[in-house]
């Protein structure tokens, strides 16, 4: 029964999550000067798509994924499974939750590269900000959220 409520929750606030990306996107227009409005929209958007193909390639599986931290202590920042080849081979049984966690780890992550955008607006090009939400969607964030919230994570907080 926990697993039920744990995937309903965490579907809830990821679907919560992505929907305050578009209230930052129109928050972001709305402070920027008129001719830059569509072009903050669609930085917004577009972001939005690269960090999930990027998250969804890369950083699911250095978030999530499996690590020997508490074993070895050799890892402790990267997971080790759950790269794009083995998310898409999961049983019944752990696909609802995986793709769960997934939805809200992603809506996380992009609520962060979506409020830098807002510090720099009008400042940056399309092509290199989308770089930089590539490197922050693939490596940065899933760094920080392995080493926090995984299991075998250097700074996990319910290990013994």
Known sequence: ??????????IVGGIVGIIMKAGYSMRHSGL?????QFATVMANLFDGMVGALM?????????MGRDDYVESTANGLMGTSL????????????????????IFLFSLCAQSFTIMSGGIMERYT???????V????????????????????????ARD
Not at 32 to 36: F, G, L, M, T, V
Not at 55 to 63: A, C, K, L, P, S
Not at 126 to 132: A, E, H, N, S
């Open 1 to 10: 029964m926990t697993n039920e409520f744990e995937t309903f929750y965490l």
């Open 134 to 157: 590539a490197i922050f969607a693939g490596m940065a964030f899933p760094s920080v959220a392995h080493s926090i919230w995984n299991p075998g994570g250097v700074f996990y907080a």
């Open 55 to 63: 998250f969804y390639i890369v950083g699911f599986g250095w978030t």
């Open 126 to 132: 399309l092509w290199g900000y989308l770089t930089v």
């Open 32 to 36: 920027c000067r008129c001719k830059n």
């Open 83 to 102: 790269y794009l080849h083995e998310l898409n081979h999961l049983t019944e049984h752990e696909d609802a939750i995986t793709w769960a966690r997934f």
